[in-house]
């Protein structure tokens, strides 16, 4: 590139050297054919103004040749050099580029490297894993294997148990719904649960149903019988009675005692003091006094003793005795417990606590609403199904 400059240079040098060789020439043609003109005419002293004329443009022609040649010259240096300088830029970011396609040569094959080995342990890992499900899996078998012997040997020990019992399906269905007769007996007398006792009823009924003998439709029969008994017993709501006995127990805190208006103080004369009537007044006084420390009031009723106001809690915490002395009766079906415990906190509440305040008002009402409230139904006899079940199976063993 650097030649291909100076060649380029080298031109218009000889452009310019050309240029003031052909105006020297032509001030050397003007001087001569001055020089002959100036000789015809005489005048040697035209032909030296001439001859100086000739010699400036001469001396004019080089400097203006040289200063062309200079500036050509320059000019094409300076185009070199820019050149050249662009070129040593263009080499250095090709030798950047080289070093960072290296550099990312070297990042791609340390990357593959570790892909490799990356690769490596995931199939390392599997193999692990395919290892430990193939262990587990055959664990499994075994443990279900194992199990599957064990079913089998407990389905044998129960077909022999089964054969020795020697019990047919009749049998085992006449013993449930003794059961179930059983238990409906036991929940009504004992514990008084009369829907218990209607379910376990309508179970042996269906029990009796599936099976279908014919000998046991008169066990349906009188089935059928105690069930609509029962669904006719009236149903006791228990869970709100206790309920609401509970809640007059926590309604008890907040209720006013009974308070008796103490004896009016009668007031005292008042009297006017004079100087001259001290000794008089003293004895008034005296005599006031003593008339103070004894009164007599004739009262009509019979008043009831006052209470002290750390009896409070003495007192409410009795009727709260009442109160769930009477819920644990209901619970346990005594009825002459729940209604005497409801009539010791009626009582209670009159004679201690203040009849005119509207809560004590409110729990008395309600304490005479629960002893209005029915809390014992009358039961029906459901003993003859499991009478007449037995009289049907005592005629099978016969037969």
């Known amino acids: 590139m650097t030649e291909s400059i100076e060649s380029t240079a080298e031109p218009d040098s000889g452009v310019a050297t050309s240029s003031a060789e052909s105006v020297a020439t032509k001030a050397e043609t003007v001087a001569?054919?001055?020089?002959?003109?100036?000789?015809?005419?005489?005048?040697?002293?035209?032909?030296?103004?001439?001859?100086?004329?000739?010699?400036?443009?001469?001396?004019v022609a080089f400097l203006v040749a040289g200063y062309l040649w200079y500036q050509s010259e320059v000019s094409a240096k300076l185009e070199a050099g820019k050149k050249e300088t662009q070129l040593m830029g263009f080499g250095q970011q090709l030798a950047a580029g080289s070093e960072r396609t290296a550099e990312l040569k070297s990042k791609q094959e340390m990357l593959t490297a570790a892909q490799g080995e990356l690769r490596q342990q995931l199939l390392g890992q599997e193999a692990k894993l395919l290892d430990t499900l193939r262990d587990d899996k055959r664990q499994r078998s075994t443990e279900i294997d194992a199990l599957r012997a064990e079913f089998q040997n407990l389905s044998d020990s129960v077909s022999k148990v089964y054969q020795q019992l020697n019990r047919s399906l009749g049998s085992w269905t006449v013993e449930e719904v003794e059961q179930l007769l059983l238990l409906a007996n036991h929940r009504l007398q004992l514990s008084r649960n009369v829907d218990l006792a209607t379910t376990a009823l309508r179970l042996a009924d269906q029990r009796l149903e599936d099976f279908g003998d014919p000998q046991f439709l008169p066990v349906r029969k009188v089935l059928a019988g105690e069930i609509a008994k029962l669904d006719a017993v009236t149903r006791i709501d228990m869970p709100g009675l206790t309920l609401r006995l509970a809640g007059l127990a926590g309604a008890v805190d907040g209720l006013?005692?009974?308070?008796?208006?103490?004896?009016?103080?009668?007031?005292?004369?008042?009297?006017?003091?004079?100087?001259?009537?001290?000794?008089?007044?003293?004895?008034?006084?005296?005599?006031?006094?003593?008339?103070?420390?004894?009164?007599?009031?004739?009262?009509?009723?019979?008043?009831?003793?006052?209470?002290?106001?750390?009896?409070?809690?003495f007192v409410t915490e009795n009727l709260k005795i009442a109160l769930n002395s009477a819920q644990f009766a209901l619970l346990r079906d005594d009825t002459e417990a729940y209604q005497r415990n409801l009539i010791n906190a009626k009582t209670w509440i009159a004679d201690m606590f203040d009849n005119s305040d509207a809560a004590v008002k409110s729990l008395l009402t309600e304490v005479d609403a629960l002893l209005a409230e029915p809390v014992q139904a009358e039961l029906p006899d459901i003993s003859g199904s499991l009478a007449a079940l037995r009289e049907v199976v005592s005629l099978r063993s016969v037969q």
């Open 32 to 59: 001569a054919g001055v020089t002959p003109a100036a000789a015809s005419s005489g005048s040697r002293g035209a032909g030296l103004v001439l001859g100086s004329i000739a010699l400036l443009i001469s001396i």
């Open 256 to 313: 006013p005692l009974l308070r008796q208006a103490r004896p009016e103080d009668t007031p005292l004369p008042e009297v006017e003091l004079e100087a001259t009537e001290r000794v008089l007044n003293a004895a008034r006084e005296i005599w006031n006094d003593l008339r103070g420390l004894v009164r007599v009031k004739e009262i009509d009723q019979t008043r009831k003793p006052l209470l002290m106001p750390e009896q409070h809690y």
